[in-house]
Nanobody
Framework: QVELAESGGGLVQPEGSLRLSCIYS????????IHWYRQAPGKERDLVAS???????HYADFVKGRFTIYRDNAKRTVYLQMNSLKPEDTAVYYC???????????WGEGTLVTVSS
């Protein structure tokens, strides 16, 4: 059984920074593409960034140049470094694991990021 635990959310002022962490508990971390999604109140859940086991990355246009996703395979942790935060980045951020071998997927519980002065 896989569990994902996000942390690092909180209140930050515009133009500030936060680093989110997603700790993966369970087997086969190396078979998983890890994604960060976000969901603002009243809106759909959107893909923010993704990273493959080989550390190839993908970003949504609205975070390119501001957010960086990276993974530490030894620690089974994926990070999302968020810089130059804007009020519109306010959302619950979710970690999502997608096993490319067997297709099994898992969601974390989410961590709230609030960008406000």
């Amino acid at each position: 059984q896989v569990e994902l635990a996000e942390s690092g959310g909180g209140l930050v002022q515009p133009e500030g920074s936060l680093r989110l962490s997603c700790i993966y508990s369970g087997d086969f971390f190396g078979q998983n593409v890890i994604h960060w999604y976000r969901q603002a109140p009243g809106k759909e859940r959107d893909l923010v960034a993704s990273i493959s086991p080989g550390k190839s990355t993908h970003y949504a246009d609205f975070v390119k140049g501001r957010f960086t996703i990276y993974r530490d395979n030894a620690k089974r942790t994926v990070y999302l470094q968020m810089n130059s935060l804007k009020p519109e980045d306010t959302a619950v951020y979710y970690c999502y694991a997608q096993n490319f071998v067997n297709g099994v997927t898992y969601w974390g519980e989410g961590t709230l990021v609030t960008v406000s002065s």
